[in-house]
């Protein structure tokens, strides 16, 4: 079982800048950053490999950086040039089995959630 505790959401002006922690209980194959918006669907935003490969949606390419202290077992989602569409709850996922692989991973390849952080851009 993997405990997953989020933090660092709030309210950011538009062009503005967030970064997002999530502390894992232990180690993890593959962890990554979702995020919902009302009435809409739970979207990928970021995965990384605990190799340190990282992907990306299309709608934040260039302007949203994850990593991963393996050391400490912390996943960061730092995000720039923050636009209206990013309003969102960012949860933070993870899981130790490797299948499917990294990339490929939707929400519900993901065993392992945290409670969500707000992102409110305005």
């Known amino acids: 079982h993997v405990q997953l505790v989020e933090s660092g959401g709030g309210s950011v002006e538009t062009g503005g800048s967030v970064r997002l922690s999530c502390v894992a209980s232990t180690y993890t194959y593959c962890m990554g950053w979702f995020r919902q918006a009302p009435g809409k669907e739970r979207e990928g935003v970021a995965r990384i490999e605990n190799n340190g490969s990282t992907y990306y949606a299309d709608s934040v390419k260039g302007r949203f950086t994850i990593s991963l202290d393996n050391a400490k077992n912390i996943l960061y989602l730092q995000m720039n040039i923050l636009k209206p569409e990013d309003r969102a709850m960012y949860y933070c996922?993870?899981?130790?089995?490797?299948?499917?692989?990294?990339?490929?991973?939707?929400?519900?390849?993901?065993?392992?959630w945290g409670q969500g952080t707000q992102v409110t851009v305005s």
């Open positions: 996922a993870a899981d130790w089995y490797p299948v499917p692989q990294c990339p490929n991973r939707r929400a519900s390849d993901f065993r392992y």
